[in-house]
């Protein structure tokens, strides 16, 4: 094995030992203190449960990066980023913040990367027959991608090891690219990839149904983060995929951005706020369906496999097509979720 594989063995191991040793204390601390989830109208679970999860993985996470990877090509303003959206959340998990303060931590981290590190969008590679950006508009686009995605991570995480799941199947696919392809200026997101992956592991043991911790937003708000982060820096690596690089990662992340643009729009074409808080997600309505939580998650995660299979096998039709072809399959699915929402409701209208 390479030196690089066995730094990123060590990555996984350390990330995942530290997670994995962590909840049990977190849960501990968490049930002596009375610093519980309860259960309301919009939540699945039943039980007091604690949401500090994040907590471990943030620690594993931040410790085995520090120790084993280069920090350099924006890794390190990545973690200053992190730091502060995870103080942001672990505020929120602990006494409820509004979105106003949630969005003043999010603008904070995402100029700490974008400005002290120059991490943006530099091209649209064609889409609308767009290539090279304005300064200005790379600058607010990338703004808009890395909140939008952020939020995205954090509106998912609605059952037992779903946010966590498709995280791992996110950060799984742009590492191995990043590992394949980096070069000196990339290679060193695989490390971001392999911490991630080992730290969430670790976390998911005590999180599948029925979970005994919650990811919460200290844990949501820095892993969308940093998948923001990894989806942006894949998109400018290009490699392997010259013509459609910014379509395939929209295919990758296609759960959580197809779950977050649908339930905005119900909500605004229902003369509501887009982020008022309702039971619409994606995951409410295959439970309404009758599946139980843990063959939900499953499937959520089987259809981000299969979007992320058809991206990378269909890349060579380049972004129009693909992204012609993940909207027309976000509609057919937005329509079946909504006429079978239809039938339900009436059923038990009949009922």
């Known amino acids: 094995m390479n030196p690089i594989g066995i730094s990123l063995g060590l990555s996984f191991l350390w990330a995942f030992l530290v997670s994995l040793f962590a909840v049990p204390s977190i849960i501990y601390i968490a049930h002596l203190k009375n610093m519980l989830d309860t259960p309301n109208v919009r939540t699945v679970h039943e039980s007091l449960t ?35 959206l995870f103080f942001v959340g672990l505020k929120d998990d602990l006494v409820s913040i509004s979105v106003s303060k949630k969005f003043v931590g999010q603008l904070l981290a995402t100029g700490v990367v974008m400005i002290m590190a120059d991490i943006r969008l530099t091209s ?21 991608v890395i909140v939008g995605i952020t939020n995205a991570i954090n509106l998912i995480d609605g059952l037992d090891g779903l946010a966590g799941s498709i995280v791992l199947i996110i950060v799984s696919t742009f590492g191995y690219y990043f590992y394949r392809y980096g070069g000196p200026n990339y290679s060193n997101y695989a490390f971001v990839s392999i911490c991630v992956i080992g730290g969430m592991l670790g976390f998911l043991r005590y999180n599948f149904h029925r979970a005994t911790i919650f990811m919460g937003d200290t844990g949501s708000l820095v892993c969308g983060f940093i998948v923001s982060f990894l989806t942006i820096q894949f ?6 995929f010259p013509t459609s690089a910014p ?34 997600h994606i995951h409410h309505r295959i439970l309404a369906m009758g599946f139980q939580q843990i063959s939900t998650v499953m499937l959520l995660a089987l259809l981000n496999l299969i ?45």
């Open 50 to 84: 604690p949401r500090l999860g994040g907590v471990a993985v943030f620690a594993g996470f931040m410790s085995a990066l520090t120790i084993f990877a280069n920090l350099g090509n924006g890794v390190q303003q990545l973690l200053a980023g992190c730091i502060i």
């Open 124 to 144: 649209f590679q064609g889409i609308l027959g767009i290539y090279e950006l304005p300064i200005g508009i790379s600058y607010a686009f990338t703004f808009f």
């Open 235 to 240: 998109i400018e690596m290009q490699q392997p």
């Open 247 to 280: 379509s395939v990662a929209v295919g990758v992340l296609f759960v959580p951005l197809f779950d977050t643009i649908r339930v905005f729009i119900v909500r605004m074409m229902a003369g509501r706020s887009p982020f008022s808080p309702d039971k619409n």
């Open 307 to 351: 979007v992320i299979l058809f991206v990378i096998n269909f890349a060579y039709l380049g972004n129009t097509w693909l992204i012609g072809g993940l909207v027309v399959f976000s509609l057919g699915l937005s329509v079946f979720l909504g006429v079978y929402h239809s039938r339900s409701s009436r059923q038990r209208v009949a009922s």
